[in-house]
C-alpha cells in the first residue's frame, strides 16, 4: 500500500530511517503537545516534511492472528528503538512498519496514528551505526518493497511547508525571546500568538488540520492517497 506519512524536521539533513513518523492529525498532536511550548521551537524545528510511502510487510506477520498488515509501534530515539524485545521480534516477522492510534485527550485531532519505519542497524544511535551492524541488521527499507524481510518499505519526499508560514510568524526561533512561546498549556494560547489556542476544541483543531493540508495541496499538489487503518499487531 502507498500512502503519506509526516515529519516534523529541522532544516539539518538526517537520513529517513530508523525513526517515527505520523499521518497529518499525528503530527499534528506532536507539534501542539511538544515543539511549540518552547523558544527555539523543540529540537530547532523549522517545517514539516511530507513523505509518500510504500509499505510492503511480511507474510510472516500477516499469517498470525488476526491477520494485520502492521505490526506494532516501536518509538526510535536518535536512530536507536528503545522498545524492549524489538530486535527479537524484528527477527520473527520481519523490520516491519508499525503504527499506533494516538490518544485524543493529549489534544483534539481525530484520527491520528503514528508509525516507525525499522532501518538499518535500528539497535544503535545515528552516530554509533557501523558497517558491521549494517550487515547484520539490514532494516526493511529498500527501493521496491516485496515483502521480504529486509524489504518492507520505501520513502520519496512530497513536499514541505515551513512552520513559520503554517503559525504566521516571523523567523521565530532565531528572533524569539525568553518567554516567547507558541504556545503555553497552562494559558491555553501562546505568549506571540494565538494560532494554537483551545487545544481541546475538535473544531480549532480540525481548522488547523484543514489549513496544514491545504498549505501541502498548494506548496507540492500530489495526488490523494487513501490512508490505512491502523490494525496493528499485537
Not at 500512502?3 to 539539518?12: H, I, L, N
Not at 525513526?19 to 514539516?48: F, S, W
Not at 521480504?148 to 512552520?163: F, L, P, S
Amino acid at each position: 500500500m502507498t500512502f503519506y506519512m509526516y515529519r516534523a524536521t529541522s532544516d539539518e539533513g538526517y537520513p529517513i530511517e530508523d525513526v517515527n513518523a505520523a499521518n497529518l492529525p499525528g503530527i499534528l498532536q506532536y507539534l501542539h503537545d511538544e515543539v511549540v511550548t518552547t523558544c527555539p521551537r523543540k529540537y530547532h524545528i523549522t517545517k514539516v516534511r511530507r513523505l509518500k510511502v510504500t509499505m510492503y510487510n511480511t507474510e510472516d506477520l500477516y499469517q498470525i492472528p488476526p491477520h494485520t498488515q502492521f505490526g506494532p509501534y516501536m518509538e526510535f530515539e536518535r536512530g536507536r528503538c528503545t522498545v524492549p524485545g524489538c530486535s527479537e521480534y524484528w527477527r520473527r516477522f520481519g523490520y516491519v512498519v508499525g503504527c499506533q492510534n494516538q490518544d485524543t485527550s493529549i489534544a483534539r485531532y481525530v484520527n491520528g496514528v503514528w508509525y516507525s519505519l525499522p532501518g538499518r542497524c535500528p539497535s544503535r544511535a545515528f552516530f554509533h551505526k557501523s558497517e558491521f551492524c549494517f550487515s547484520h541488521e539490514p532494516g526493511g527499507h529498500c527501493a521496491d518493497p516485496n515483502g521480504n524481510r529486509d524489504c518492507t518499505w520505501n520513502i520519496e519526499e512530497a513536499g514541505e511547508v515551513r512552520m513559520d508560514e503554517f503559525e504566521g510568524l516571523n523567523d521565530f526561533n532565531n528572533q524569539c525571546k525568553e518567554g516567547d512561546v507558541g504556545y503555553d498549556p497552562t494559558k491555553d494560547t501562546g505568549t506571540i500568538t494565538n494560532f494554537w489556542q483551545h487545544k481541546q476544541d475538535p473544531w480549532k483543531c480540525s481548522q488547523r488540520e484543514a489549513m496544514l493540508r491545504s498549505l501541502f495541496e498548494r506548496r507540492a499538489p500530489v495526488p490523494p492517497l487513501e490512508e490505512p487503518q491502523c490494525d496493528r499487531w499485537p
